[in-house]
C-alpha cells in the first residue's frame, strides 16, 4: 500500500484517507491534533473502544448518532444510564449494537465522573511520549502499540476501565494528537 496519497485539491495525505470525504476531513481536521478536556477524552476513549475490530470509518459515520444517544458523552449522564437504557441501545442501528461495548462505556463514564475535574485529561496526557521519533516515512513504521499505550492501558485497567487495550490506546493517542503519525510528505505532517 502506498503511504502517500494526492487527493483531487492537490494535497498530498497519508493514504488510509483514500478518497473518502469524511476521512479527509477527519484526517485534515483532527486526527494528531492535541485533544484536551475530560469530556473529549472520555468520548474518545468510548468511541475508540467501540472501534475494535471495526474501521475507524464506521464509527465516524456512526458518531453524531452515538453523540446522540449517550447524552453528548457527557460522563455523568452517561454514569447514569440502566438496564433499560442498555437494552434501548441495543435495539438502535444507528451504534454499534454491542452489549459489552455499552457496559463498558457506561462504566468507564462512571469512573470518570468520580475522578476530579481535569484528572482525566491529565493521567492520559502523562504518558504521551516526551519527545517525538523520527517521523514515519511509511504506513509500515507506525506503530499499533507503544510502550506508552501500554502503561496508559495499564493505568486505566487498574482503575477500572473497560475496552482500553494497547491497541485502541494507541489509536486514541494518535486520534487526541498525544502521538503525530502523519507520515512524511503529507501535508499536515509537522
Known amino acids: 500500500m502506498a503511504s502517500l496519497l494526492t487527493a483531487a485539491d492537490g494535497r498530498d495525505r497519508c ?9 479527509r476531513r477527519y484526517h485534515d481536521e ?3 491534533r492535541p485533544l484536551h478536556g475530560d469530556r473529549a477524552l472520555f468520548e474518545k476513549m468510548a468511541l475508540e473502544g467501540f472501534q475494535a475490530g471495526l474501521s475507524w470509518i464506521t ?16 460522563p455523568a449522564q452517561v454514569a ?10 441495543m435495539t438502535d442501528a444507528g451504534i454499534i449494537r454491542n452489549r459489552a461495548k455499552i ?20 493521567l492520559m496526557w502523562s504518558f504521551a511520549p516526551q ?25 486505566l ?19 487526541a494528537g498525544m502521538v503525530d503519525d502523519h507520515v512524511a510528505g503529507c501535508w499536515r505532517a509537522a
Do not use: C, H
Request: no cysteine; proline share 5%.
Open 15 to 23: 493514504a488510509w484517507v483514500g478518497d473518502d470525504a469524511e476521512y
Open 30 to 32: 483532527e486526527w494528531g
Open 59 to 74: 464509527i465516524l459515520r456512526k458518531r453524531p448518532r452515538f453523540r446522540e444517544v449517550f447524552a453528548g458523552f457527557d
Open 80 to 89: 447514569a444510564f440502566g438496564a433499560d437504557d442498555v437494552e434501548r441501545l
Open 103 to 122: 457496559e463498558a462505556t457506561i462504566t468507564n463514564a462512571a469512573l470518570v465522573r468520580d475522578m476530579a475535574e481535569g484528572e482525566l485529561d491529565a
Open 131 to 155: 519527545a517525538s521519533g523520527p517521523r514515519p516515512r511509511d504506513l509500515g513504521e507506525v506503530p499499533a502499540v507503544t510502550a506508552e499505550s501500554t502503561a496508559l492501558s495499564t493505568a
Open 157 to 175: 485497567r487498574a482503575r477500572g476501565f473497560r475496552f482500553v487495550g494497547p491497541t485502541t490506546m494507541y489509536a486514541l493517542m494518535q486520534s
